[in-house]
């Protein structure tokens, strides 16, 4: 079945560091990705996503690329703010049809001032 | 009001209680879901729910029922629930018809079990 691997966190930058969140996927089709964010007390927001190969998805700074070849859709972002703190999620769907998301465990992300 | 409401945000109950989380979505979207988040585990689909009817019941033990008695709303009613049953449950919406498009969640229901 389909899954998502993404990095152990928790992991703690300075403010104004360059941030990578690992994600890897498995699925069977040719799915579509993204990456969700959850602030404290809140639900899961949608940052970003990709529905093809060599997509890229951009929102709020951040951005991942979508590469079949290595089944990867990493989180990049050049310079983190305090407000970035909070968890995030890699997910897939499997397209038309089958809306159900699969996620990962999810990273926390603490940036300190 | 927008968006996906969940209510109760938090909930405690005894494990030979019977309670009921509502989800409500204002969207005009065709599918719903909910899924248990529960700590240092990926979050699990439970039940979707398409047009109003069941399409997804991931192996999810008979003392969680879902009920969907029309687009815009999702109950899921609990009895003689366990204490791992304790997790944050969200409830989720979409178009339904394109795998693509965007789930948009509630903020859940804190529930725990004693």
């Known amino acids: 079945g389909d899954s998502v691997t993404q990095m152990e966190g928790p992991v703690t930058l300075s403010e104004e560091a360059f941030l990578t969140i690992n994600c890897t996927y498995t699925?069977?089709?040719?799915?579509?990705l993204f990456w969700y964010v959850q602030y404290p007390g809140e639900g899961l927001q949608l940052l970003l996503k990709?529905?093809?190969?060599?997509d890229k998805g951009s929102n709020k700074g951040f951005e991942a690329t979508y590469r079949k070849e290595t089944t990867s859709f990493h989180l990049e972002k050049g310079s983190v703010q305090v407000s970035d703190s909070a968890v995030y999620f890699c997910?897939?769907?499997?397209?038309?049809?089958?809306?159900?998301?699969?996620f990962g465990t999810g990273t926390r992300l603490t940036i300190i001032p | 009001e927008t968006g996906v409401t969940q209510t109760p945000r938090h909930l405690v109950m005894g494990m030979t209680n019977k309670k009921s989380l509502k989800c409500e979505q204002h969207?005009?979207?065709?599918?719903m879901y909910w899924y248990k988040q529960s700590a240092k585990k990926p979050l699990e689909l439970m039940f979707v729910?398409?047009?109003?009817?069941?399409?997804e019941n991931n192996s999810v033990p008979s003392r969680f029922s879902p009920e969907c008695p029309n687009s815009s709303h999702l109950f899921l009613h609990l009895h003689t629930l366990q204490p791992e049953d304790s997790a944050l449950y969200l409830c989720?919406?979409?178009?339904?018809?394109?795998?693509?498009?965007?789930?948009?969640f509630g903020q859940g229901t804190r529930l725990t079990v004693v």
């Open positions: 729910y398409n047009f109003k009817e069941q399409t």
């Open positions: 989720a919406s979409s178009q339904g018809d394109r795998g693509d498009t965007e789930a948009f």
């Open positions: 969207l005009g979207h065709n599918a």
């Open positions: 990709a529905t093809k190969a060599d």
């Open positions: 997910a897939l769907s499997e397209g038309f049809g089958n809306e159900k998301l699969t």
């Open positions: 699925a069977t089709g040719y799915p579509s």
